[in-house]
């Protein structure tokens, strides 16, 4: 089924310059960017987008680390693009990260953990309608 998903390459992996190499693992496996932008988030738009974390120890240290830099925002389409995302992405704690994936590669640790993909279909819709308007996606 031909889904979207989307995706964010975190500030530490902008930081180190490795966007194309990122962009081409998920070209390679197939997915399609079909919507990018670069954002500075304010705080507040991070706090609102991370909002279920709102009460997990980590929840400030995360908007802090997400607002430090600029950040990739992109909407990847193909078939069953939420998991193959998740898989092209590797496990949240670098600690358990598959060889091969994005994270194993370019995370430092949990939080610096070079990207960030939805975790279901409800929620990539919720994502996607969070950061872009249906003019900036080009479905091809
Ligand atoms: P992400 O996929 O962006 O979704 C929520 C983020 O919270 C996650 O990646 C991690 O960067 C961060 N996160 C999750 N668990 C922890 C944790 N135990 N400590 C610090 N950060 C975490």
Request: hydrophobic share 45%; no cysteine.
């Amino acid at each position: 089924m031909q889904e979207q998903t989307l995706s964010i390459i975190k500030p530490d992996a902008v930081e180190k310059n490795q966007i194309g190499n990122i962009l081409a693992r998920f070209e390679k496996e197939g997915l399609k960017i079909v919507a990018a932008k670069m954002l500075h988030l304010p705080e507040e738009t991070a706090k609102k987008f991370y909002i279920v974390h709102k009460d997990r120890p980590f929840y400030m240290d995360l908007v802090r680390f997400m607002i430090s830099g600029p950040i990739l925002v992109l909407i990847l389409e193909g078939a069953d693009a939420v998991a193959k995302n998740r898989k092209i992405m590797g496990a949240t704690d670098l600690a358990k990260a598959e060889k091969g994936t994005i994270r194993k590669d370019f995370a430092e640790s949990i939080e610096r953990n070079a990207v960030h993909g939805s975790d279901s279909k409800e929620n990539a819709k919720v994502e996607i309608e969070f950061f872009f308007t249906k003019k900036e996606i080009f479905s091809r």
